[in-house]
């Protein structure tokens, strides 16, 4: 078992797209969501990935992550998955000797942009880059299982 420490925040500005190293498109989508886990499919154009969360809000929750082949990554999201599909384009961009992924959302959560850090602990201090907007870490409305539920578009 993995512990994924990871803290949310909004994007204020496009400055951090001057430091992007890397970009990658993902569609998933959840095949459940229960009040004690989240289980999820993911596929970019070559990989395919199966990922198990506990439901807990916060930095702190354990996860499980496994490949499995993006022929069957495809298959799972056309006949399996629950709610809208998450369409995103992940940015790995370094700041201050630290990996941040930002999240531009696309599809039913467009206009939606995310920065995630992940932390070897909670207690971790990190640099804010100044495109850093709130933090949104314990709002459950912007965890990727509850936009698959609750689109960004249909926000008041």
Known sequence: MATEIERKFLVRSDAWREQVQHSEHYVQGYLANTRLSSIRVRVTDDQGWLNIKRAV?????????????ADDARELLASLCEGHLIEKTRYSVRCAEQLWEIDVFEGDNAGLTIAEIELKSPAQTFERPIWLGEE????????????????????S
């Open 57 to 69: 809000p916060g930095v702190e929750r354990d996860e499980y992550d496994y490949s499995i082949p």
């Open 136 to 155: 949104i870490s314990h709002d459950l409305r912007y965890y990727n299982n509850m936009l698959a539920m609750h689109p960004y578009k249909n926000w």
